[in-house]
């Protein structure tokens, strides 16, 4: 159930439609963060990309 929930990127209601909002038809998205392993791959490279982002300061 968690991942079926969605939140309007433009008034921050929920719902569980997954194109519009059907409050004011705005782009929806899930609202959770991805899930973390400290066996991660791709952990190395996901820093990398946050980081010249600006995301992570240097």
């Not at 968690?2 to 519009?20: H, I, M």
């Amino acid at each position: 159930m968690r991942w079926l929930l969605r939140r309007c990127t433009r008034c921050g209601r929920y719902t569980l439609r997954r194109d519009r909002c059907p409050v004011c038809g705005g782009p929806v998205r899930v609202p959770h963060p991805p899930r973390f392993s400290p066996d991660d791959r791709f952990l190395r490279y996901k820093y990398l990309m946050a980081k010249k982002a600006g995301l992570i300061p240097p």
